[in-house]
């Protein structure tokens, strides 16, 4: 049994949309636009590329025409729809300005402009930053994956696109805009908490900033001398797939470095056997797990019991001596030092010898305790902000599918 349509809808060959939207061919709202350079020597020109994802326009170094050489270059004209058709279908798209005029594209970056008064250009873009958007572009890019998908300027000239009336696409991109002016200004708070926390943590982990009621001085000690345990992981035999269908959590390198202060889930999961045939070990929660190869110097706090590769050291710290998460941050502060730490060869590289011996700058257990707190809360905070920032993002994809396809329409 067909549905039935909602009072003032329509259905066409993109779906249902409003009654008073229209559907129009690309190459009916767009019109290509080229003004070819001629290279001279001894010239520089500045090139534009475009980021996928929509995430617009970069600019390249200053070039000459032997780095040019026999391509085919364009002026760059302002307020237009410009697209990568190398990566159209990863919506590698944008718009030019008045900033890049005197700047070159190459023909890869073909330019339009969109009809006066019928198709407004922010929201052109929104649309093909859409889910739907991005299935145009996809379909307009005939071929394999990666550089063989190339959008094609008759398909994508022949793509149907719906629009409302002219004043509705500008509410609605005025609309997103709004909302993603509010995504800006909230990763830009947490840019400024991150540097608020990266400035305390050096004011507190060096002493320059006490707090009432302690003035003993601080001791220095080797990171072994305040561990009960550091053993470096190991990696079961590769070969037998069988040793990773089990259900103990198994730590790699890039497990750690998106894991952030705790770790509470891997990618990978190994057997019992596994455990057994390698020189990895459980390692109990509330350890601490620290890289030594590749990625270095990251550090977690494991809320789970681990097995690890060779790639880190796990530390079961004595917490008689110290406390969990004072040695966590003071690690993770001592990351833009350890550099100077990295043994040469193909890959940066520590090993376990030199983790065991680093000097960590120790006050009493209690004031420890208050330099944890102090930055945990900070911590919190920038959590809480980049929770906020989610769900902004979520609620601004939901939005924006519903305006560009008139389920929720913008007053005009």
């Not at 601490?288 to 060779?310: R, W």
């Amino acid at each position: 049994m067909e549905a039935i349509l909602p009072t003032g809808y329509k259905k066409t060959k993109v779906g249902v949309i409003p009654e008073d939207w229209n559907l129009y061919r690309i190459d009916e709202v767009l019109k290509r636009v080229r003004k070819p350079l001629e290279v001279k020597p001894n010239e520089k020109y500045q090139e534009i590329g475009i980021r996928s994802h929509g995430k617009g326009l970069f600019y390249k170094e200053f070039t000459t025409i032997d780095e040019i050489g026999d391509k085919s270059v364009f002026w760059i004209e302002p307020d237009c729809f410009i697209v990568n058709i190398v990566f159209a279908w990863e919506q590698a798209i944008g718009k030019t300005t008045s900033i890049e005029i005197g700047m070159i594209a190459s023909h890869r970056f073909p330019m339009y402009k969109p009809q006066k008064n019928v198709l407004d250009l922010d929201y052109l873009l929104y649309l093909f930053k859409s889910k739907r958007g991005k299935y145009l572009l996809e379909l307009a890019s005939p071929g394999g994956a990666g550089r063989n998908k190339t959008l094609g300027q008759g398909e994508f000239a022949e793509l149907k696109i719906p629009l409302p009336s002219h004043q509705e696409q500008q509410k609605i991109a005025q609309i997103l805009t709004t909302w993603d002016e509010a995504i800006i200004k909230q990763e830009e708070l947490i840019r400024e908490k991150e540097q608020f926390k990266k400035g305390l943590m050096q004011k507190l982990l060096s002493g320059e900033v006490r707090f009432d009621g302690f003035t003993d001085e601080w001791g220095e000690v080797k990171l072994e001398d305040i561990a009960l345990k550091m053993q470096s992981g190991g990696t079961p035999v590769s070969s037998n797939k069988d040793y990773y269908r089990g259900n103990i959590p198994f730590v790699k390198v890039n497990d750690i470095t998106s894991s952030g202060k705790y770790l509470i889930r891997t990618k990978t999961n190994i057997t019992q056997e596994a455990l057994n045939n390698s020189s990895a070990w459980l390692v109990p929660q509330n350890s601490l797990v620290y890289s030594m190869y590749a990625s270095v110097g990251f550090v977690a706090i494991n809320k789970i019991e681990v097995a690890t590769s060779q790639a880190m050291i796990n530390i079961m710290l004595d917490s008689k001596k110290a406390n969990l998460e004072y040695i966590y941050y003071f690690l993770f502060n001592f990351q833009k030092n350890i550099h100077s730490f990295i043994e040469t060869g193909t890959q940066g590289n520590l090993n376990a010898q030199i983790v065991r011996n680093l000097k960590i700058q120790l006050p009493s257990l209690q004031e420890q305790e208050n330099i944890a707190k102090a930055l945990s809360f900070v911590d919190c905070e920038i959590d809480l902000l980049k929770n906020e920032l989610e769900a902004f993002k979520e609620q601004k994809k939901g939005l924006m599918q519903k305006l560009l396809t008139g389920e929720v329409r913008a007053k005009v």
